[in-house]
C-alpha cells in the first residue's frame, strides 16, 4: 500500500525557518518524482514545487511565490522528501502535502502556521 | 501564467440528482506530445485530496463509474450521475500542461440540497 507521511509542522514566526519531511512507503520512490502542494485555511490547492528522480537528473522546479525561498530535496536511502522552508511569511500559512508525480497519492499533510 | 476557472463555485444537489462541473483553462491544454494534462481532483471534508481523472477521462482505481470526466481544448466537464452523499466535498481540475508547473482551480463546493 502507497503511504504518504508528512511531519514538521508547526508554528514559526515571520521570517523563521522550518523544514518538513515527507516519509514513503509501498512504491519505488527512488524512481518517483514528488511534488508539494499547499492548501491555506478554507482556501484551494496551490501546488509548491517539484523534484524528478535522480535518473531523470533530479532537478526540482517551483511556483513563482515560493522560489528563492523554499528549496525541495530527497534522500531516496530513506525514502523521505523534504520542503526546506526558509524567510517564511504569513501568507505561508498551510496545510502542506506531499503527493507523488502523478498526484494519485497524497500524505495526510502537515499544519505550517506562520504569525507572531 | 494559465488561469483555471471552475463553475459554479458552489452545487447543491439532491440525491439521487445528477451534477455538473465545468472547469475552463485560459489555454489550450492540448500538449505538443498529444496529451492534454487536465486532472480533476475530491477533497471530502477533513480529508486530503483525491485524484479522481487524469488526461481528461481516465477514471482511477476505486472511482465509482457514476463519475465521467469530459472535453478537450479549453473547455472540460466532471460529471456526477446520481449524486450519492459519499460526494459531498470540493471538487478540482488541475492542469498539468504549460507553466506554472500545475495550476489548480478554484474548486466547486458540492453539498447535498
Known amino acids: 500500500e502507497v503511504q504518504l507521511v508528512e511531519s514538521g509542522g508547526g508554528l514559526v514566526k515571520p521570517g523563521g525557518s522550518l523544514r518538513l519531511s515527507c516519509a514513503a512507503s509501498?512504491?519505488?520512490?527512488?524512481?518517483?518524482?514528488m511534488n508539494w502542494v499547499r492548501q491555506a485555511p478554507g482556501k484551494g490547492l496551490e501546488w509548491v514545487g517539484r523534484?524528478?528522480?535522480?535518473?531523470?537528473?533530479?532537478?526540482?522546479d517551483y511556483a513563482a511565490p515560493v522560489k528563492g525561498r523554499f528549496t525541495i530535496s530527497r534522500d531516496d536511502s530513506k525514502n523521505t522528501l523534504y520542503l526546506q522552508m526558509n524567510s517564511l511569511k504569513t501568507e505561508d500559512t498551510a496545510v502542506y502535502y506531499c503527493?507523488?508525480?502523478?498526484?494519485?497519492?497524497w500524505g495526510q499533510g502537515t499544519l505550517v502556521t506562520v504569525s507572531s | 501564467d494559465v488561469v483555471m476557472t471552475q463553475s459554479p463555485l458552489s452545487l447543491p444537489v439532491i440525491l439521487g440528482q445528477p451534477a455538473s462541473i465545468s472547469c475552463r483553462s485560459s489555454?489550450?491544454?492540448?500538449?505538443?506530445?498529444?496529451?492534454?494534462?487536465l486532472n480533476w481532483f475530491q477533497q471530502r471534508p477533513g480529508q486530503s485530496p483525491r485524484r479522481l481523472f487524469y488526461?481528461?477521462?481516465n477514471r482511477d482505481s476505486g472511482v465509482p463509474d457514476r463519475f465521467s470526466g469530459s472535453g478537450s481544448g479549453t473547455d472540460f466537464t466532471l460529471k456526477i450521475s446520481r449524486v450519492e452523499a459519499e460526494d459531498v466535498g470540493v471538487y478540482y481540475c488541475?492542469?498539468?500542461?504549460?507553466?506554472?508547473?500545475?495550476?489548480f482551480g478554484q474548486g466547486t463546493k458540492l453539498e447535498i440540497k
Open positions: 503527493a507523488n508525480g502523478g498526484q494519485d497519492a
Open positions: 509501498g512504491f519505488t520512490f527512488s524512481k518517483t518524482w
Open positions: 523534484i524528478k528522480s535522480k535518473t531523470d537528473g533530479g532537478t526540482t
Open positions: 489555454q489550450s491544454l492540448l500538449h505538443s506530445d498529444g496529451n492534454t494534462y
Open positions: 488526461k481528461v477521462s
Open positions: 488541475m492542469q498539468g500542461t504549460h507553466w506554472p508547473l500545475y495550476t
